[in-house]
């Protein structure tokens, strides 16, 4: 199996000062063991395939418990990535 990579917009955004709702999805992610990439427009991580509707659900879930008024996402394959990491 491979891996996809979540890209994720949690709004409002302050660049530089993220709200609570931001670091909540955030903080899902990493709580998953999921490595994160925190960019100046976004958040990049990559799943399992087979992890994909949990890891989806629980940073949506959680950013608008935590004030969210919106969450864009991105999802697509990621080349030539197996589930391990290995290539």
């Known amino acids: 199996m491979g891996r996809v990579r979540i890209e994720f917009t949690v709004e409002p955004f302050v660049e530089g000062r993220p709200g609570p709702h931001v670091k909540a ?3 899902a992610a990493s709580r ?5 990439d925190v960019g100046p427009f976004s958040t990049i991580v990559d799943v399992p ?4 509707g949990e890891a ?7 950013a608008l ?8 996402l991105q999802v697509e394959p990621v080349a030539g990535a197996a589930a391990d990491g290995s290539s």
């Open 56 to 62: 989806v659900a629980e940073l949506v879930t959680t």
């Open 32 to 36: 998953r063991g999921l490595e994160v």
């Open 25 to 27: 999805a955030i903080d």
């Open 49 to 52: 395939d087979d992890d994909i």
């Open 65 to 72: 418990e935590h004030g969210a008024s919106r969450v864009s």
